[in-house]
């Protein structure tokens, strides 16, 4: 009989603990944390080797090259004369698509005739009396989209430099007759006055 209650009794105990031990074990639990990578497009624009990128506002001075002429001293400007000055634009940190927009303005008011009249890309390995592919700019603003390609494995873009083309324009739909002209020499004479050309550059990313 003593047998018997020793036996239900642990009975009774073995079921406990197997009973405890299936809520402790019922279900595998785990846990673990992964991490997702990407690369992140870049985005970096310098303009005459000036990063332009890391500030909301940027002022760069270009250098203009006045066209000789043997009527006129050099380095100066006067009606009839040409020239140009050259923007760098330099993105092989960027991937991705994006447009440029250049507007010029003339910051003197009081000489219609000073004109930005064409523009041209220079090819790699250009050199100076190369041949040119001239465009027309209209209303002084240039806009171009360049374009990324994904095809061409380690993809880089190349240095992009825009030639802009400019005169002191005399001619038949000229807007300053001869007095206006010799007002602006007599100016620069007595106070050394410049002629000042504002560019602004603003680069967007294209979304499709």
């Given at each position: 009989?003593?047998?018997?209650?020793?036996?239900?009794?642990?009975?009774?105990?073995?079921?406990?603990?197997?009973?405890?031990?299936?809520?402790?074990?019922s279900r595998y639990v785990s846990d673990t944390t992964g991490n997702i990578e990407m690369t992140l497009a870049r985005w970096q624009m310098l303009v005459n080797t000036i990063d332009i990128t890391n500030t909301s506002s940027t002022t760069?001075?270009?250098?203009?090259?006045?066209?000789?002429?043997?009527?006129?001293?050099?380095?100066?400007?006067?009606?009839?004369?040409?020239?140009?000055?050259?923007?760098?634009?330099?993105?092989?940190?960027?991937?991705?698509?994006?447009?440029?927009?250049?507007?010029?303005?003339?910051?003197?008011?009081?000489?219609?005739?000073?004109?930005?009249?064409?523009?041209?890309?220079?090819?790699?390995?250009?050199?100076?009396?190369?041949?040119?592919?001239?465009?027309?700019?209209?209303?002084?603003?240039?806009?171009?989209?360049?374009?990324?390609?994904?095809?061409?494995?380690?993809?880089?873009?190349?240095?992009?430099?825009?030639?802009?083309?400019?005169?002191?324009?005399?001619?038949?739909?000229?807007?300053?007759?001869?007095?206006?002209?010799?007002?602006?020499?007599?100016?620069?004479?007595?106070?050394?006055?410049?002629?000042?050309?504002?560019?602004?550059?603003?680069?967007?990313?294209?979304?499709?």
């Amino acid at each position: 009989m003593l047998k018997k209650i020793r036996f239900i009794l642990m009975f009774i105990s073995l079921s406990i603990c197997l009973c405890l031990m299936s809520n402790t074990y019922s279900r595998y639990v785990s846990d673990t944390t992964g991490n997702i990578e990407m690369t992140l497009a870049r985005w970096q624009m310098l303009v005459n080797t000036i990063d332009i990128t890391n500030t909301s506002s940027t002022t760069i001075s270009f250098t203009p090259i006045i066209e000789e002429n043997e009527n006129i001293a050099n380095n100066t400007f006067a009606p009839s004369s040409t020239g140009y000055f050259d923007i760098e634009i330099n993105p092989n940190n960027v991937d991705v698509s994006f447009k440029y927009t250049i507007n010029l303005n003339v910051e003197n008011t009081n000489m219609p005739d000073v004109l930005m009249t064409k523009y041209a890309i220079l090819p790699e390995g250009y050199i100076e009396e190369d041949p040119l592919t001239l465009v027309d700019i209209v209303e002084n603003s240039i806009t171009n989209s360049v374009y990324y390609d994904n095809i061409t494995e380690n993809f880089a873009f190349d240095i992009i430099t825009i030639r802009i083309f400019f005169e002191w324009y005399e001619g038949i739909d000229e807007l300053m007759d001869n007095e206006d002209d010799a007002e602006i020499g007599l100016d620069a004479a007595t106070n050394s006055t410049t002629l000042e050309i504002s560019t602004n550059i603003l680069f967007e990313q294209i979304i499709e």
